[in-house]
């Protein structure tokens, strides 16, 4: 069974169809899906039999029941395999239903049933995620608007669908509106929030010669703009057609298992054959070679191998579930553990998100009142800084005195009326040589002027603050990998190095744009690093989706950038990310040991039964003890100790061999 990629139909989508950016984002239900409704019937069924068998039920139920269990789970993949027949090919779906057969027609009803129910629900999870990938970009060619107000030569609106805008028209966005298509300002000022295209924490100003992207938020201004770009061409398209990419590149992988498994396929079925068909050309009695050959298929059918690989990774999951990471698969936790090089996002993965003010450097007045001068020019405004400002005063305590005559200008700031006085708020402008402007940008803050009738009083310092747990997950990440993470961001260069020194990085890459982030993550993998990707927007979801594993901030990260990454931070504590690796690699190392269990089972009874005579009941013992070892040895890492304990053993000893090997 393997997901099935995103269409590349989803690329393009007629306007007319177009949501507008405030529809809800549209999701597959997971009922809605054959397989999770075929796998919710067949462990339905599975559950009421197994407990009609403990409880010594009525013998008929049982039977009717695990009956039912084979049908809902084991029809699709049997019709699978029947079909893989047909071109010559034998695959482990058809396998595991003859492997169940097999073993019901031994008396083994359990174990065949339990094979087809953990069958079907892989697939009906498989079946979900690519269903869900193909909702969340449909969700985020949604953020584009469907029409626009394009200008004709005379000066006339007109509304065209934004699918019909070729390179050279001239479009009007207004204040509030998304634009409509990658292009470059040609008239007015505005504020445009880009967040959802670099990833940056507040709106820039956006004037005459700018470049602006379809799907992001205009401000207060309106804006004439020059199409550059084609529908298909522009940068959410490109993120779009990048996550396809990065997930068809996954492919090669897959078809390296479904190899795998037809290998053994094939081997298992003409041993079998074999087995049962040269004794009895040979003259041996038919019951006894057809008790042998079925006791060979039981006991070298994959259950213990399938038992010794799950549960060590699904015990590793339901952990880190109760420790608010969401991991997607078992191949996911798996390949968690095989990282040896981390990206990091900055706006919102190693920061808060949001603008505060940090530092005050009055000139000529107090702390107190240069702040309550700002926010009470700045209470009217909703533009992110200014509410930074208001929230600042408000910690304080302070009450600003009220303000009259407001004017927002975009991109300059405010003006309003203070106390009798003018006060201006915004950027530093014709002063921005002032020292107090200088040493603020240097150390990477947003530098905002506060003019009282036009002599300076003073200035703040913005910048989006680090998380709590920034620094101790970078330290945790550098000793599992044996270098520190790299920082990939949207934002300026000074304001990622300024963060970049408080959190321990020393590998800083600023100013760039999803294709850059994509560039930057295949640069490690071209250096022989599989790569974990941390972020949270749509900008990162290119990067999330190319990364040997992702993994996204839950809380306030984007519909497309969950969908993508493997796994999900869902209480945005960044010290989980570092304990999920380390807990992935304990539950590889489970893996191996009960592959090693198994395989050791597997071949001690296999060649038993050829060179001797293996009881049957003997056989399933063998086959049955082998199985309760490694599920129960899979098991310790349900233990609540396990996730501290993995963290903390994982990091020193994880980072020195990879610095060794590295």
Known sequence: MSATP???????????SAAPATAPPRRTRVLALPEARWAAAATAAFLAALALQLLDGPGWARGTLYAAAYLAGGWEPALAGLRALRERTL???????????GAAAIGQVLDGALLIVIFATSGALEALATARTADSVRGLLDLAPATACRLTADGREEGVPTAALAVGDTVLVRPGERIGADGRVLDGRSDVDQATITGEPLPVARSVGDEVYAGTLNGSGALRIRVERDAADSVIARIVAMVQEASETKAPTQLFVEKVEQRYAAVLVAATLLLFAVPLALGAELTGTLLRAMTFMIVASP???????????????????????????AVVMERLGQVDAVALDKTGTLTEGTPRVVELRPLGVTEDELLALAAAAEHPSEHPLARAVVAAARERGLTPPAATDFTATPGIGVRAVVGGAVVAVGAPGPHRAHPAVTALEEAGRTAVLVLRDGEP???????????????????????????????????????????????????????????????????????????????DGVNDAPALAAAHSGVALGRAGSDLALETADAV?????????????????????????????AGTFITVLVLWDL????????????HEGSTVIVGLNGLRLLRERAWPRALGQEAPNGGARNHEEH
């Open 611 to 622: 060179a001797g005579t293996l009881p049957l009941p003997l056989g399933v013992a063998g």
């Open 91 to 101: 695959d482990v779906d058809l396998l595991m239903v003859v492997a169940a057969v």
């Open 457 to 535: 009083v003073g200035v703040l310092g913005l910048a989006d603050r680090p998380r709590e747990q920034a620094a101790a997950a970078v330290r945790g990440l550098a000793a599992l990998t044996g270098r520190p993470p790299v920082l990939l961001t949207g934002d300026n260069r000074l304001a990622a190095e300024h963060l970049a020194r408080e959190v321990g990085l020393t590998d800083v890459r600023g100013g760039l744009l999803p294709q850059d982030k994509v560039a930057a993550v295949r640069e490690l993998a071209d250096r022989g690093h599989r790569v974990l990707m941390v972020g």
């Open 303 to 329: 259950c213990a191998v399938v038992l010794a690989t799950m549960p060590p990774l699904l015990s590793a999951i339901a952990n880190a579930g109760r420790h608010g990471v969401l991991v997607k698969s």
């Open 6 to 16: 995103v269409s590349s139909a989803l690329l393009t989508r007629p306007a007319a």
């Open 569 to 597: 931070v869902v209480r945005d504590e960044l010290t989980a990310v570092p304990a999920v690796v380390a807990l992935s690699r304990r539950a590889r190392r489970l893996v191996v040991q009960n592959l090693a269990i």
